[in-house]
Each structure stands twice: as structure tokens, then as C-alpha cells.
């Protein structure tokens, strides 16, 4: 059965279809557990295993994980332009989003009224999220700071409660998707730091509290994108695109791949056509085997 959403933004071609699919990391045997006929993004997992959430036409839906009954619309209002940058709060209780109008907000997991988490900026600030601590004290997330040939992307922490942002990284060349490692210790992200064209993104590590420590995990001729730990900590997922890539584009023969917290063991666990809303963030199962993702085949 195929699922109609609302439509916003970026709309899927003529045969083309959304499929969130379950993949299961040892056997790399898949399950479509929803399709759907208008772009639907970057699948959560709650933490007690029941659902999967995502986001269409600038909603929040969610729907049990093995694909049984039909998708139910979170309540956010008055938001409804939504991005695909959301994560769960470790209990289950909260989601945090992204808003299109730059900023954070926190929505109970039942719906409700949003309570916005982040700061009004005199200079373009403009909020995306893409990660929380262990201890769901602390939200990490990637700020476009400025506009025009000033325009500059980096990473940011703020207390999910609301408070001071911190910078961790402060340069011109855009990073993206920090998202913790499960003992809080890191932040793993993508970043044009080492790249020797525009756009050739890989996979580092840095400090969450300060982003000391440095160390890039990736050194290959993909564009590898959106970093996302298992929950026992022992996985790496994360999105590779074509050499040559610039950003994470949508419809792209992509592929999902595996390797170790420390870079090591690096393997290709599936390939498809996706790309932008297929991992945006972390959409690991609490057993840390299997993982959900949205491809967008054609035809």
C-alpha cells in the first residue's frame, strides 16, 4: 500500500516513490516497512524500539517500526514547516526539530506546544540540529552563520533546556551532522577540513565538550556524510555519495556504510538511489543491529 503525505518542498519525479526501509547490519537483509508518493525523510527510532519517526511535507509522523498500521501526524502546531534535522531525547519523552524559521524547538513525543530552545542572534544565525547527549542535557547542531561570501557552517552546542551557545568549530569550510558517540565523549561529523576540492566531505571526531582532540576517521575519494553511532557504541553508520559531490543531494546512487568508532573495518553495507532525507539523522534501533533509511528508487 502506498502512503499520500503532505506536499512541501522538494517533490519526487513522475514514477518515483519514497521506501523506509529496515536493514539489518549482519545480514544486510532489508524490509520496506512504508512507501509512499511524496518525499518522506530521515527516520528516528524511538528508544523503547516501538516506533519510527520522520518527517513529510513539514510535519512529524510516526508509525510502528515493523510497518503495521498506518502513519499518525505529531502534533506541533503552530509549526508546520519543519525540516528533516530531528532527534529523540533519550527517555522517549521529547523530540527536538528544526524549524525553517532558523530555530530549535522541543515538542512532546504525545504533540503539543513547541518551547523554543534557541537564541535570537543580531547577525543571520540560522539553527540545524543534528545531535544529543547521552544524558539528554545538551544538543548539538550545525549553525549557517552569515550570508553571501560571509556565509559559514559550523558546529555549536546549546543546553536542551535553553542557554548560551558554545562554538566548537570556528573556520570557513562547512561541517555538518554532529551528532554524539553513546559515553557523550565525542562528536563525530562531516567536514570539508581536509578536502582538496570543494564539497569532498569525510567522516572526523572531535571533544564534545570543546573540540580539542581532532582526528579525521575517513580518507577516501567519496563524500562521506552524517556520521551516526550505534547505541552500544561499537558502529559507525554513514552515508557515502559519488566522488565529486558537492553538499548531500538528493537522488544520488549513494551508499550506506559501516565502520568502527575508530575509522577501522570500513565496508559497504548497501547501495541505492537517496541521498538528501535518507540518513539526515541517526536512525540506529535500540539493539544496535538493525538501522531504518529512506531510499527513492524510480520507475
Given at each position: 500500500?502506498?502512503?499520500?503525505?503532505?506536499?512541501?518542498?522538494r517533490?519526487l519525479a513522475?514514477?518515483?516513490r519514497a521506501e523506509?526501509?529496515?536493514?539489518d547490519?549482519?545480514?544486510a537483509g532489508t524490509?520496506?516497512?512504508?512507501?509512499?508518493?511524496e518525499v518522506?525523510?530521515a527516520?528516528n527510532?524511538?528508544p523503547d524500539g516501538?516506533?519510527l519517526v520522520?518527517?513529510a511535507g513539514?510535519k512529524?509522523?510516526?508509525?510502528a517500526?515493523?510497518?503495521?498500521?498506518?502513519?499518525?501526524?505529531?502534533?506541533?502546531?503552530?509549526?508546520?514547516d519543519?525540516n528533516?534535522?530531528?532527534v529523540?531525547?533519550?527517555?522517549?519523552t521529547?523530540i527536538?526539530?528544526?524549524?525553517d524559521?532558523g530555530h530549535?524547538?522541543?515538542v512532546?513525543?504525545?504533540?503539543?506546544?513547541?518551547?523554543?530552545?534557541?537564541?535570537?542572534?543580531?547577525?543571520p544565525f540560522?539553527?540545524?540540529?543534528?545531535?544529543?547527549?547521552?544524558?539528554g542535557?545538551?544538543l548539538?547542531y550545525?549553525?549557517?552563520e552569515g550570508k553571501?561570501a560571509?556565509r559559514?557552517?559550523?558546529?555549536?552546542?546549546?543546553?536542551?533546556a535553553?542557554?548560551p551557545?558554545?562554538?566548537?568549530?570556528d573556520?570557513?569550510m562547512?561541517?555538518?551532522g554532529?551528532?554524539?558517540s553513546p559515553?557523550g565523549?565525542w562528536i563525530?561529523f562531516?567536514?570539508?577540513?581536509?578536502?582538496?576540492?570543494?564539497g569532498?566531505?569525510?567522516?572526523?571526531?572531535?571533544n564534545g565538550?570543546?573540540?580539542?582532540e581532532?582526528?579525521q576517521?575517513t580518507?577516501?575519494r567519496q563524500?562521506?556524510?552524517f556520521?551516526?553511532l550505534?547505541?552500544?557504541?561499537?558502529?559507525?553508520?554513514?552515508?557515502?555519495?559519488?566522488h565529486?559531490t558537492?553538499?548531500h543531494?538528493?537522488?544520488?546512487?549513494?551508499?550506506?556504510r559501516?565502520m568502527?568508532?575508530?575509522?577501522s573495518g570500513q565496508?559497504?553495507?548497501t547501495?541505492?538511489?537517496?541521498?538528501?532525507g535518507?540518513?539526515?539523522v541517526?536512525s540506529?534501533?535500540?539493539?544496535s543491529?538493525l538501522?531504518?533509511?529512506?531510499?527513492?528508487?524510480?520507475?
Open positions: 500500500m502506498t502512503f499520500s503525505f503532505p506536499r512541501r518542498g517533490t513522475h514514477g518515483q523506509l526501509t529496515i536493514i547490519t549482519v545480514t524490509k520496506i516497512v512504508l512507501t509512499a508518493d518522506i525523510e527516520p527510532w524511538t516501538r516506533f520522520f518527517n513539514g512529524l509522523f510516526r508509525m517500526a515493523d510497518g503495521s498500521g498506518t502513519p499518525a501526524e505529531i502534533n506541533t502546531a503552530p509549526l508546520a519543519l528533516n534535522d530531528h529523540l531525547a533519550p527517555d522517549g521529547t527536538y526539530v528544526s524549524s524559521d530549535l524547538y522541543a512532546p513525543f504525545e504533540g503539543g506546544t513547541p518551547r523554543r530552545v534557541s537564541n535570537t542572534h543580531r547577525t540560522h539553527y540545524y540540529l543534528h545531535g544529543i547527549s547521552p544524558d542535557t545538551t548539538s550545525v549553525a549557517i553571501g560571509e559559514r557552517i559550523n558546529v555549536f552546542t546549546i543546553p536542551a535553553g542557554g551557545d558554545t562554538r566548537l568549530t573556520m570557513d562547512p561541517n555538518d554532529p551528532e554524539y559515553d565523549r563525530y562531516n567536514t570539508e577540513r581536509a578536502a582538496s576540492r570543494p569532498h566531505a569525510q567522516i572526523f571526531r572531535m565538550q570543546d573540540g580539542t581532532l582526528e576517521l580518507f577516501d563524500v562521506n556524510w556520521p551516526h550505534s547505541p552500544n557504541g561499537k558502529t559507525v553508520a554513514f552515508l557515502s555519495f559519488p565529486g558537492l553538499g543531494p538528493a537522488d544520488k546512487d549513494v551508499q550506506l559501516l568502527a568508532p575508530d575509522g565496508k559497504t553495507l547501495s541505492f538511489f537517496g541521498g538528501q535518507t540518513i539526515n541517526n540506529w534501533a535500540p539493539d543491529r538501522l531504518a533509511y529512506v531510499a527513492y528508487p524510480k520507475g
